[in-house]
């Protein structure tokens, strides 16, 4: 791969380097605790993906085309989508349609203006897409989503990294949200498998 450049490759193409690079990195089976409490037979260290240079270029431009015409910032929960809101929004200006990004604490700051949401500061009533790393039960988004509707800010649509398929989806349709991942745990463990087989 020494003549592939994240920079300028196709979206079939960066779709490709990303599910290798998640299995490369981020995808581990075993027998796992989630943060919902949940155990699990594998596991999805997104960071492993989203804070790798590659990476990080690689999701930034998947998403971006993924964005409404009218969104007027990316926003998620810290710390796992961070990485992902942050490359988008550095995407977005290079491909000259700048998107600020939010992050959202988990508690409000405990000093200065108390603020929940880090980041520039929005007109009222302005649309924001809630990005995520892995999505299982679904609620870490829909904190997110709670805190911007309180700032005032629209919501309609979550994208993630990838889907757990555990009901975080239905979850947010059941809500009116759009959902949309990049990949199903279903489209990661078939190549799983495809890789393991082959080696």
């Given at each position: 791969?020494?003549?592939?450049?994240?920079?300028?490759?196709?979206?079939?193409?960066?779709?490709?380097?990303?599910?290798?690079?998640?299995?490369?990195?981020?995808?581990?089976?075993?027998?796992?605790?989630?943060s919902s409490g949940q155990k699990s037979s594998y596991y999805i260290n997104g960071k492993e993906v989203t804070l790798n240079a590659e990476g990080a270029l690689a999701i930034g431009r998947l998403?971006?085309?993924?964005?409404?015409?009218?969104?007027?910032?990316?926003?998620?929960?810290?710390?796992?989508?961070?990485?992902?809101?942050?490359?988008?929004?550095?995407?977005?200006?290079?491909?000259?349609?700048?998107?600020?990004?939010?992050?959202?604490?988990?508690?409000?700051?405990?000093?200065?203006?108390?603020?929940?949401?880090?980041?520039?500061?929005?007109?009222?009533?302005?649309?924001?897409?809630?990005?995520?790393?892995?999505?299982?039960?679904?609620?870490?988004?829909?904190?997110?989503?709670?805190?911007?509707?309180?700032?005032?800010?629209?919501?309609?649509?979550?994208?993630?990294?990838?889907?757990?398929?555990?009901?975080?989806?239905?979850?947010?349709?059941?809500?009116?949200?759009?959902?949309?991942?990049?990949?199903?745990?279903?489209?990661?463990?078939?190549?799983?498998?495809?890789l393991s087989v082959s080696n």
């Amino acid at each position: 791969m020494s003549n592939f450049s994240v920079a300028i490759a196709s979206r079939p193409a960066l779709r490709e380097f990303l599910l290798n690079l998640l299995l490369q990195l981020a995808y581990r089976e075993g027998d796992f605790v989630l943060s919902s409490g949940q155990k699990s037979s594998y596991y999805i260290n997104g960071k492993e993906v989203t804070l790798n240079a590659e990476g990080a270029l690689a999701i930034g431009r998947l998403i971006l085309p993924l964005l409404p015409p009218q969104t007027d910032a990316v926003a998620g929960l810290t710390l796992g989508a961070d990485p992902i809101v942050s490359a988008v929004s550095v995407v977005s200006a290079y491909e000259a349609r700048p998107i600020p990004a939010l992050i959202i604490r988990k508690e409000a700051k405990g000093h200065g203006t108390k603020a929940y949401i880090e980041g520039p500061t929005l007109s009222s009533g302005a649309k924001v897409v809630v990005l995520e790393d892995v999505v299982t039960t679904g609620k870490s988004a829909l904190q997110a989503v709670e805190r911007l509707k309180d700032a005032g800010y629209v919501v309609e649509q979550i994208i993630a990294l990838v889907d757990r398929e555990q009901g975080g989806g239905e979850l947010y349709e059941s809500l009116g949200l759009k959902f949309q991942a990049l990949f199903s745990i279903r489209e990661l463990q078939q190549r799983y498998q495809e890789l393991s087989v082959s080696n």
